[in-house]
Every structure is written in structure tokens, then in C-alpha cells.
């Protein structure tokens, strides 16, 4: 069997912490409010080799975001020339702005070890993603993850909880979320957000098995 080294020796491989080859992209999609982002740091936290893809948005920082911690915050001219300039894997307009994640925050071999990315993207930047790695000949790079609220009360008591957006905003939100709960049937996981710490014991759970998965089993 040749390993990803090109050569035959079983010992000679770059692998990941737990077994299989570094690298995996970790998408992570839900409705707005649903709770991805405290399920995905919480997976950051514990995992020092899972590291968060940040976007470019050309919406306005939120109270308590960070400028290239949140978001890489741009104007539309410097979204424009980076589609322009090729620079992004997806990008998709997402209520009213422009997000996009770069082919520079993708996994690759940072000073000779391999981690994980961990994407917090939407439905439209999931399929586009699905497409790319198909294309690329490489699908099981990709794994990517639904989460959805209990129920939709929930989803408006956490979108009025974490506050920030007027009532046109929470109206639109809820409306979208119907979209892309019915979307979700291209994901290849799926978590309900009942309990966090179940919850996140589903993500754990999820890229522990991922991180472990025989990519060269025959049968
Ligand atoms: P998203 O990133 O999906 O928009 P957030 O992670 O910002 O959502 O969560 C929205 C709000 O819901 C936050 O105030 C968060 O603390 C809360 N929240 C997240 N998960 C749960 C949960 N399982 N139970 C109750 N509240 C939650
Ligand atoms: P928010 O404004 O609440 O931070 O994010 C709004 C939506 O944009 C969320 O569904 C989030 O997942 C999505 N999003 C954030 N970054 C990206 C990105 O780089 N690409 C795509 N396609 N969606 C993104």
C-alpha cells in the first residue's frame, strides 16, 4: 500500500493525531441562531489541531466581534477583487451580504503538521464545496455536519437571547431557517441542539470517528 508519502513503508505516513491523514474539512451549517458557533468553539477549545476557518463578510461587526477573529470585515470593492482575483473556494450572498471562505484558510501542511479546518458556513457555500471536492476527485476531504434547533421556538428565543438584530432582521432569519432546514438532506451528519453538552458530544463524537475512518479499506 502506498502511503501519502509515495513510498510502501506503513510507518513512514503523515498522520494526524488520531490515525488518518490530516487535512479533513469540517463544515458546519445550521440556521441562523441555532447554536454552531458555540458547538464549534467548543470543538476549537479542546482540539489545538482543529483550527477555524475565519470568512470575509462585507456585513458590520456585531457587538463583542472581533475584526480577524470573528471575520476578516472588507468593503464590497475588496470582496469584488478578491472574486475577482480567484482567491475564494465558495463565497454566497447571505442575508442581503456577501460571505466567502478563502483557499488560503483551507487545511494544508503548516511547518510540517497536518490539522483540520473547521468551516462555519452556509447551505449555498456547503454545496458549492460538495461540487469542488467531487470535481477535485477527493469527496472524503469534506465532511460536513447540520445543525438544527430543537424546535422553532427555540430558534426565536436564541436569536432574541443573543441579541444584535432588529425585527426585520429576526423575521428574515426565520425565514430562511425553513430553506435551509429542508436543505439539510445534503449533509452527512446531522445534530438536533437540545442539550449543548449532548450536542457537543455528537460533533466530538462525529470528527473523533472521521479523524479515524479507513480511507483505504477494500471490500
Ligand atoms: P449560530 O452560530 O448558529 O447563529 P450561536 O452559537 O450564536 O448560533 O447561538 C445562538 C444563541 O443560542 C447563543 O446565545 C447561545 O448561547 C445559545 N445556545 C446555543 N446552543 C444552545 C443550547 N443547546 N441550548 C440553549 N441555548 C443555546
Ligand atoms: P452571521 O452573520 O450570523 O455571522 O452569519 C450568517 C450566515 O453566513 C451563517 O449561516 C453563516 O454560516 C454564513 N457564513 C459565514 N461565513 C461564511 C462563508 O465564508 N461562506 C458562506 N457560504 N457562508 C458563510
Known amino acids: 500500500m502506498i502511503n501519502d508519502n509515495g513510498n510502501d513503508n506503513p510507518f513512514d505516513t503523515n498522520l494526524s493525531l488520531d490515525g488518518r491523514p490530516g487535512g479533513l474539512v469540517i463544515a458546519v451549517s445550521a440556521p441562523s441562531g441555532a447554536g454552531k458557533t458555540t458547538l464549534c468553539n467548543m470543538l476549537t477549545r479542546e482540539f489545538a489541531d482543529i483550527r477555524p476557518s475565519i470568512s470575509f463578510t462585507t456585513r458590520k461587526k456585531r457587538a463583542g466581534e472581533i475584526d480577524d477573529v470573528s471575520y476578516h470585515f472588507i468593503n464590497d470593492e475588496n470582496f469584488d477583487k478578491m472574486i475577482a482575483a ?45 461540487a469542488y471536492y467531487k470535481d477535485a ?34 423575521k428574515n432569519r426565520l425565514e430562511v431557517s425553513y430553506t435551509e432546514i429542508r436543505k439539510s438532506n445534503i449533509y452527512d451528519y446531522i445534530i438536533t441542539n437540545d442539550d449543548l453538552g449532548r450536542s457537543y458530544l455528537k460533533l466530538k463524537s462525529i470528527v473523533v470517528a472521521e479523524r479515524c475512518r479507513n480511507i483505504n479499506k477494500k471490500i
Open 86 to 130: 480567484g482567491e475564494f473556494i465558495e463565497w454566497a450572498s447571505v442575508f442581503g451580504k456577501r460571505y466567502g471562505t478563502a483557499y488560503k484558510s483551507i487545511s494544508g501542511n503548516d511547518a510540517g503538521y497536518l490539522y483540520d479546518t473547521l468551516l462555519e458556513i452556509d447551505v449555498q457555500g456547503v454545496e458549492k464545496l460538495i
Open 137 to 170: 476527485g477527493n469527496p472524503g476531504k469534506l465532511i460536513t455536519i447540520f445543525v438544527k434547533p430543537p424546535s422553532y421556538a427555540d430558534l426565536i428565543d436564541r436569536l432574541k437571547k443573543r441579541g444584535g438584530i432588529s425585527d426585520e432582521e429576526l
